[in-house]
Nanobody, 121 residues
């Protein structure tokens, strides 16, 4: 399964963006679909994930209440709605897939190419 992330761009602080991650094939029900981000000069970090079978979600504390992850099973797509964006949200955002209930980067085997989000102050 190949993952294609899109939706990044330039937005002012307080604004919103919606990222999408489209899978080239059917996403298995056992999958966990995650979003990660990597800011300039920093390590890649977990943002959110959704369990494909149940829709259960988990968020990093830094985005809780501002970001919402969702899925469209019919289109094999995962979305990340980002509201109340802050300059510190500036990063390349990646979607990824794992079969493990995990936020650890090393547990995600399949990765998309990333989409850049820039939040200006």
């Amino acid at each position: 399964v190949q993952l294609q992330a899109s939706g990044g761009g330039l937005v002012q602080a307080g604004g919103s963006l919606r990222l999408s991650c489209a899978a080239s094939g059917r996403i298995l029900s056992s999958s966990i679909m995650g979003w990660f981000r990597q800011a300039p000069g920093k390590e890649r970090e977990f943002v959110a994930f959704i369990r494909w079978s149940t829709g259960a979600t988990r968020y990093d504390d830094s985005v809780k209440g501002r970001f919402t992850i969702s899925k469209d099973s019919a289109k094999n797509t995962v979305h990340l709605q980002m509201n109340s964006l802050k300059p510190e949200d500036t990063a390349v955002y990646y979607c990824a897939r794992t079969s493990q209930y995990s936020t650890a980067i090393g547990d995600y085997r399949f990765w998309g190419q990333g989409t850049l989000v820039t939040v200006s102050s």
